[in-house]
C-alpha cells in the first residue's frame, strides 16, 4: 500500500522543480526540520526572501513550534529587520522558556544594542539553566557587570568564561 500523500509531494515538487520554481510546490507538506535546514541554506546563498516565505508558510502549519519561530528570527536577521527578529525569538521564548539559544540570540542583540539591563536578564538566564555552564554567557554578564563599574564581578565572569571556553577557540 503506498500513502497518497509521498506521491502527491512527490509530483508536485517534480512539477515545481521543472518550472523552475526556487522552493518546492509542496513545501507545505515539509516537516518543520526540512523547512529549517533549507531556510538556513537559502540564508547562506543570499536568499532570506525566499526563507522568510518558507518558514511562514512552516508556521502557517504550526506556529507552536519554537524551532521554526528561532528560525524565523534567523531570516529576519538576515533581512536587517530588527524588530521582527527580536519578536520572534520572543515568540520562541513563550513557547520554549529554557531555550538557551533564544536567551542567547536576544543577549547578542542587546549587547550590539547597548541595552545592557535587557542583556543581563538573558545572560543570566543562561547561566541559570546551564548552571553556569555557558561561555558566552559568562562573558555577556562579564559585560555587564564592567558597563555597571563592578570590576570585581566582571573579573570572575570573565574569568568563568575563559575556564569554559578553551584558549584554542578564542584565536
Not at 512552516?58 to 536577521?77: F, I, K, M, N, Y
Request: proline content about 2%.
Amino acid at each position: 500500500m503506498f500513502d497518497l500523500r509521498i506521491l502527491l509531494r512527490g509530483i508536485l515538487t517534480a512539477f515545481g522543480i521543472w518550472l523552475g520554481c526556487s522552493t518546492p510546490l509542496s513545501s507545505a507538506a515539509v516537516p518543520s526540520s526540512e523547512v529549517i535546514k533549507t531556510a538556513s541554506r537559502l540564508i547562506d546563498e543570499g536568499r532570506a526572501d525566499s526563507a522568510l516565505v518558507m518558514v511562514r508558510r512552516g508556521l502557517e502549519r504550526d506556529s507552536t513550534s519554537a524551532a521554526l519561530w528561532l528560525s524565523l528570527a534567523d531570516v529576519q536577521l538576515a533581512r536587517k529587520n530588527d524588530t521582527a527578529h527580536v519578536d520572534a525569538l520572543y515568540r520562541a521564548l513563550r513557547l520554549r522558556p529554557h531555550s538557551t539559544e533564544a536567551h542567547l540570540a536576544l543577549a547578542e542583540y542587546f549587547i550590539g544594542a547597548g541595552q545592557f539591563d535587557s542583556l543581563a536578564v538573558h545572560a543570566h538566564a543562561v547561566l541559570g539553566i546551564t548552571n553556569g555552564g555557558n561561555a558566552l554567557a559568562s562573558y555577556f554578564a562579564g559585560r555587564v557587570h564592567d558597563q555597571r563599574g563592578e570590576a570585581d564581578s566582571a573579573i570572575v565572569y570573565y574569568r568563568r568564561a575563559w575556564v569554559l571556553l578553551p584558549a584554542k577557540e578564542l584565536f
